[in-house]
């Protein structure tokens, strides 16, 4: 199993946090009696720290870009990033 399964595909870095995703597609298979049934696909996206899963699974990209960046503010001695560019 790759990096790429394992964790997911990388969207993007938030401070020393990386944003991945696991897309899992729509597919059709067949159950025991051989009627077609249809699975429907999802999205999941996790903030990870290296290979260390910190927060998730989300249903968004925003909703986890927006905890990596608390998790962030957490992990410098509780300043906000917002305050620290003002």
């Known amino acids: ?42 999205v999941e996206v996790f903030v990870y720290q290296g290979k260390r ?4 699974p989300f249903k968004s990209h925003k909703l986890a870009i927006e905890s990596a960046h608390e998790l962030l503010g957490k992990n410098t001695n509780g300043t906000s990033l917002t305050n620290s560019y003002e």
């Not at 899963?53 to 998730?56: D, E, L, T």
Request: proline share 2%; glycine share 14%.
């Open 53 to 56: 899963q910190v927060a998730g």
């Open 1 to 42: 199993m790759g990096k790429k399964e394992k964790y997911g595909s990388y969207l993007c870095k938030i401070g020393h946090f990386d944003i991945r995703q696991k897309i899992i597609m729509p597919r059709t298979m067949k159950n025991n009696r051989g009627d077609a049934m249809k699975m429907s696909g999802s």
